[in-house]
């Protein structure tokens, strides 16, 4: 039984794998350039979200006991990164997405 196991694990992993050579636009954008976020829509609608998951993941470990996450709205970020961006062209996203939790703190 445990062979037939293994078996059946290697065989999914394997059929998995074969789905995998999609065609993926794949972005780190915490080092991703502020040049990333001007070239498309489709790459600022992620890097809203990802910039909402930033913030909320600095909320709690700046404060660990807190208990609710601040909620930024997509046009805040959209408006706050392009003007970060468009005047530090040589920084990356994590710089941008930290400028804009010290705008968001002093509001």
Request: net charge neutral.
């Amino acid at each position: 039984m445990r062979k037939f196991g293994t078996m059946a694990f290697l065989a999914v992993a394997a059929f998995a794998q074969s789905g995998c050579h999609a065609n993926q636009n794949v972005v780190a954008f915490d080092v991703a350039g502020c040049g990333v976020w001007t070239e498309s829509e489709q790459v600022r609608v992620v890097g809203i979200y990802w910039v909402q998951g930033y913030v909320s993941g600095h909320d709690f470990t700046a404060d660990p006991n807190r208990q609710s996450v601040r909620m930024v709205t997509p046009d805040a970020v959209r408006a706050s990164i392009g003007k970060y961006c468009a005047a530090n062209p040589d920084k990356n996203m994590l710089h941008a997405a930290q400028n804009f939790v010290q705008e968001q703190s002093t509001k």
